[in-house]
């Protein structure tokens, strides 16, 4: 069975702490996405990888930093959390393979709240 | 640019149809994804359509695409109250790691 694992369903930090969101596939999947969802606003992509220690700006990359160190393991990182940051954080992978449809395999999402 | 739009909300009745409508900007898109969120979990992939199919039928499931107009739509048979969720139109853009652009979701509430 295949998944995308997320370190903490939930989240509360503190404005201006360090925050670190991890994302595990065990899928061997080349592609892995971070994205925001907010109600009405739907996912807003922040960040993608497409391969060990390469990454692309997303549509909404400002404040958040990824790390991608291994292949399986895709990291989001809030330098200095601040209000504007509440919102659910959910983790996508998806295989390069040509003869696939490009499915996105979701994570359970992490809700992080900063006070 | 790209932009995926859908109604926010929408209410059946068990046993009806459900119609879920989305309209796309980008006609370079090759798939259309129809993805599937349960409360308090990630999206799940429901169908997709290829860019050069008119429609495609997955058992409960229709998926009409009018390339023309960039409209898509999920057609819900006999829903039931285990359809409750939130569904999100997407298509696939031609970039690095083949990027999704998302709709903002449309909340299907089914009442029994």
């Known amino acids: 069975d295949v998944k995308v694992t997320q370190s903490s369903r939930y989240l509360v930090k503190r404005t201006g702490e360090k925050v670190f969101l991890e994302c595990v596939q065990d899928m061997d999947h080349e592609n892995m996405f971070w994205y925001r969802q907010d109600p009405g606003l739907g996912l807003r992509l922040i960040y993608f990888?497409?391969?060990?220690?390469?990454?692309e700006k997303g549509d909404i990359p400002e404040g958040y930093s990824v790390s991608r160190e291994k292949k399986e393991r895709f990291s989001l990182i809030l330098e200095s959390a601040s209000t504007n940051q509440t919102s659910m954080y959910l983790c996508a992978s998806s295989s390069l393979a040509s003869s696939s449809y490009n499915e996105q395999f979701f994570g359970p999402g992490t809700r992080l709240t900063v006070l | 640019g790209e932009d995926v739009e859908q109604s926010l909300f929408l209410s059946v009745r068990e046993g009806d149809s459900s119609v879920i409508n989305c309209t796309y900007t980008d006609s370079s898109s090759t798939y259309l994804y129809w993805y599937k969120q349960e409360p308090g979990a990630g999206l799940q992939l429901l169908t997709y359509i290829f860019s050069n199919m008119d429609m495609k039928q997955d058992q409960r499931l229709t998926v009409l695409l009018n390339k023309k107009d960039k409209h898509l739509s999920l057609r819900i048979a006999d829903t039931q109250t285990g359809d409750s969720a939130i569904y999100f139109c997407a298509e696939s853009i031609l970039e690095y790691g083949n990027k999704l652009v998302f709709g903002a979701g449309t909340i299907l509430r089914v009442k029994s």
């Open positions: 990888s497409y391969d060990v220690k390469m990454k």
